[in-house]
Nanobody, 120 residues
Framework: QVQLVESGGGLVQPGGSLRVSCVAS????????MGWWRQAPGKERELVAT???????NYADSVKGRFTISRDNAENAMFLQMNSLKPEDTAVYYC??????????????WGQGTLVTVSS
C-alpha cells in the first residue's frame, strides 16, 4: 500500500503566505514526477505545478512568480510555498505522484486534499 498525505492548509488573508506539504509512505521503491493540483468550488481540477525527480519544475501561468514547488527525495516529500495569495487561490489542493512500488508496480497516487481558503 502506498499513500500520499497532505498537510498545511488553512485560512489566510489576501497577500499572505502558506506552505502545504505532501508525504508519500508505504512500500515505495521510488517516487517519480510529483505535482500539486487544485479544485475550487464549482470548477474542474486544475494543475498548479509539477516537479520531476531531478527537480525540474513547471507552473500554471496563474501562479508563476507567486508559488514555488520543491521536494525532498530523501523524505519522499513535496512542498508548495504559496506567496501573495489571492481569493481566487481558494481551493482544495491535491498532491499527486507517480510511484514505483516495491512490487515494481507503477502507481498513480492522489492525496486526500487539503483546503486552502484565502479571505479577509
Amino acid at each position: 500500500q502506498v499513500q500520499l498525505v497532505e498537510s498545511g492548509g488553512g485560512l489566510v488573508q489576501p497577500g499572505g503566505s502558506l506552505r502545504v506539504s505532501c508525504v508519500a509512505s508505504g512500500s515505495i521503491s521510488s517516487v517519480n514526477d510529483m505535482g500539486w493540483w487544485r479544485q475550487a468550488p464549482g470548477k474542474e481540477r486544475e494543475l498548479v505545478a509539477t516537479i520531476t525527480s531531478v527537480g525540474s519544475t513547471n507552473y500554471a501561468d496563474s501562479v508563476k512568480g507567486r508559488f514555488t514547488i520543491s521536494r525532498d527525495n530523501a523524505e519522499n516529500a513535496m512542498f508548495l510555498q504559496m506567496n501573495s495569495l489571492k481569493p481566487e487561490d481558494t481551493a482544495v489542493y491535491y498532491c499527486h505522484a507517480e510511484i514505483r512500488a516495491t512490487t515494481w508496480a507503477l502507481l498513480d497516487v492522489w492525496g486526500q486534499g487539503t483546503l486552502v481558503t484565502v479571505s479577509s
